[in-house]
């Protein structure tokens, strides 16, 4: 079992500090979220909540997810970083690859990508991209990615689809080992495209129950779609919280968990010292155990 930490809607200035305390602890990977802005109205309902509203304020912090990696790579020698989620089809991909293969020169192929397709009408209308289309550009989207970050250093790619036509190009610098993928989602055509194209599935808050369910889910399509080999699920479970349902998890197929102990043993969870002193904690009583 590997685990990952979390940093969602964190101050800047805590991400380097607890970058450090995180692989200082034997922790795995960091994950950051992602949000370009906060629409004041919304024409559309949050997925995640029960009355479909947002439960942060407009000014909550989100740092620029290939930035604030940038920045805790640079201070960090070996933890991975990823993302949950990128929003990826508000965004260009050719600009995506080249943040990603940066990113991944950088850190010394530290660094993996997990994607969505983002729910807010206003962040496509906003940055001049069709929501209508958003599952499939999102698919040719991770094709681009793939062939950009193969792992074979620079060299020459092209991509013919439906919504994306580029090149021959090529991008220096690149990764010298392939990065992974990994989906977002609850839904099927998440699962599908998690099975179809992608290295894993990373979730975001969910009971024991919904993990499992997309574990079934996923392995159905891989099944279908004549997948095999190594596949990661990365998930933050909200209703298991011992050493038995985390061993139980793992039995069922989850390779990474992620935990955000700051929530776990008192004090603000809020403040620095609390949340680097929860790391430590967590991983004597938790990590060292299993």
């Known amino acids: 079992m590997r685990w990952t930490v979390p940093f969602p809607m964190f101050p800047a200035d805590h991400l380097v500090p607890m970058a450090r305390a995180a692989e200082a602890n034997g922790f795995d990977t960091i994950a950051v979220p992602d949000s370009v802005f906060f629409p004041k109205d919304v024409s559309a309902d949050y997925p995640y909540s029960a009355d479909g509203g947002r439960f942060w304020a407009p000014d909550t912090p989100f740092v620029d997810p290939f930035v604030a990696i940038g920045a805790m790579a640079a201070v ?10 990128v929003k990826l089809p508000i965004r260009d991909p050719l600009l995506v690859a080249k943040q990603l293969t940066s990113l991944a020169a950088l850190s010394d192929n530290r660094v993996s990508l997990g994607v969505g397709l983002s ?4 962040e496509f209308a906003w940055t001049h991209t069709d929501m209508r289309t958003r599952g499939k550009r999102a698919d040719e989207m991770i094709e681009i990615l793939q062939l950009a970050c193969a792992g074979n250093g620079p060299e020459w790619f092209e991509y013919h689809g439906e919504f994306y036509d580029v090149g021959p190009l090529m991008m220096a610098p690149a990764p010298t080992e392939r990065v992974k993928i990994h989906v977002g989602g609850l839904s099927e055509p998440a699962f599908r495209r998690a099975a179809r194209l992608c290295d894993g599935w990373i979730s975001v808050q969910n009971t024991e129950a919904e993990i499992l369910h997309a574990i079934d889910r996923i392995g159905h399509y891989r099944n279908e779609f004549g997948r095999t080999g190594e596949f990661e699920i990365n998930s933050l479970c909200i209703d298991v919280f011992d050493l038995d349902g985390y061993r139980r998890l793992e039995d069922a197929g989850v390779t990474e968990l ?33």
């Open 258 to 290: 992620q935990t955000v102990p700051w929530y776990f043993y008192g004090g603000d969870p809020d403040a620095l010292g609390t949340r680097v002193d929860s790391l430590a904690r967590f991983a004597d009583e938790v990590i060292a155990n299993l």
């Open 76 to 85: 960090t020698e070996r933890i991975r970083f990823t993302t949950n989620v």
């Open 119 to 122: 729910w807010i009408p206003e």
